[in-house]
């Protein structure tokens, strides 16, 4: 079969079988593309598991089924379709096994196999908080500014504020959808679609015109999960649509990352339980990257800001936290707090005098203003 006539077919089919046909995927990897598509043109006897019923509803589509009609209207709208075995097919997504996409429509003109090598899925809930949609978009951001590209699903929530990070980074971004990649969907998101099919890619299985439906939302997720390295779900409340993103991750053995939210939020107890099993926390880009990245691709360690008295040495810090927070004490005690000579802890007791630390009073030595608060806090006290 010519490669012409198998995107033919693949066209003709992608009319005929829904999204994530397990059975139909079967059909494809026993029978072939020519052979399955000649008998939904009601060439040949119907496939075994199949019903009667099922089989009929499946002809009847295949007669209103018009694969040129469907490539006419891809070319007047700039859009290609690309098969499994094409130069730009992401090869990962043929971890799917049988649930693997017929093809993928794509609307843009940036190489989908060469940016899938190096991309990360954003995805969470609709109705997310103010929480939720700055973290997803300063995330997708640092992604985009480390030269990552953003898979989202183009929805409202946290995947239209995924997009959006990555594109006011100057970055790369695809967007999934589960529809005609020619008829954006949600409406609202006419205006961010578009931008992206401009900057980057929108991609989806469905072709031209078709409409969404709850489980074609469902069953794209796992072109999500199967095209990136890793997904990060910001938030998710429990019967969230992301998290099926997230669990077909973990089947596929790709990264599965939560970002946690508040613990009195509905919407982020989804991740919580992701957390809670094979999920991996993260707090922002960078450590997105130390895990779906190359080796040595690391995030910066985690400090608290660094105070004058870190900058002493070891010898002079255990002087200064031998004193007393309150009162006065004698060198002799300062030095067998600190573990050193009378002679050392003196000289020490200088030094930290002539920094503003402590002041002598008498026979003695005390803390001064400006140490009592740092050295509270270091001690653990109120």
């Known amino acids: 079969m010519s490669p012409g006539a198998e995107l033919y077919d693949r066209v003709f089919l992608a009319r005929v079988l829904e999204p994530g046909d397990e059975a139909a995927g079967r059909w494809l990897r026993e029978a072939g593309v020519r052979e399955v598509a000649g008998r939904l043109r009601g060439k040949g006897r119907r496939f075994e598991g199949i019903s009667e019923r099922r ?12 694969p040129e009609r ?14 499994p075995g094409d130069g730009e097919w992401p090869r990962q997504l043929d971890d799917l096994g049988d649930a693997r996409p017929l093809g993928l429509w794509v609307r843009g003109s940036p190489n989908l196999r060469m940016w899938a090598l190096r991309s990360v899925g954003v995805v969470g809930a609709r109705a997310c908080t103010e929480y939720g949609a700055h973290t997803a978009a300063t995330v ?8 990552w590209v953003v898979v989202s699903g183009g929805a409202y929530g946290i995947d239209g504020a995924a997009h959006r990070g990555a594109l006011a980074a100057g970055g790369a971004t695809v967007a999934v959808l589960a529809c005609g ?5 949600p409406r609202g998101h006419t205006q961010l679609i578009t931008r992206i099919a401009e900057q980057g890619l929108v991609i989806g299985e469905l072709p031209p015109g078709d409409h969404p439906t709850p489980s074609r939302f469902i069953v794209r997720n796992r072109v999500i999960a199967a095209l990136t390295r890793g997904t990060v779900v910001v938030e998710a409340a429990h019967r969230s ?4 993103t997230a669990r077909a991750a973990q089947r596929l053995g790709r990264h599965t990352i939560g970002v946690p939210g508040p613990v009195t939020s509905g919407l982020s107890a989804g991740v919580h339980e992701l957390l809670r099993g094979d999920a991996v926390l993260v707090t922002d880009a960078a450590e997105v990257v ?4 190359d080796m040595g691709e690391l995030a910066p360690d985690r400090r608290g800001p660094v105070l004058p008295r870190d900058l002493l040495a070891a010898g002079t810090r255990r002087v200064l936290n031998a004193l007393p927070a309150r009162g006065a004490a004698p060198p002799d005690e300062i030095a067998r707090g600190a573990q050193t000579t009378h002679d050392d802890a003196v000289a020490r007791l200088y030094e930290l005098r002539a920094l503003g630390y402590v002041e002598r009073h008498g026979d003695g030595w005390k803390l001064t203003r400006q140490a009592v608060m740092p050295l509270r806090d270091d001690r653990g006290r109120c």
Do not use: I, K, Q
């Not at 469907?70 to 098969?83: I, K, W």
């Not at 997708?140 to 030269?147: C, D, K, Q, V, Y």
């Not at 990649?181 to 969907?185: A, F």
């Open 241 to 244: 649509g992301s998290l099926a």
């Open 55 to 66: 089989w009929a509803g499946l002809l009847a589509r295949a007669e209103r089924a018009d």
């Open 181 to 185: 990649v020619d008829r954006p969907y």
């Open 290 to 293: 130390e895990l779906v990245g």
């Open 70 to 83: 469907d490539l006419a209207v891809a070319r007047e709208t700039g859009v290609r379709y690309v098969c």
């Open 140 to 147: 997708a951001a640092g992604l985009a500014e480390r030269g």
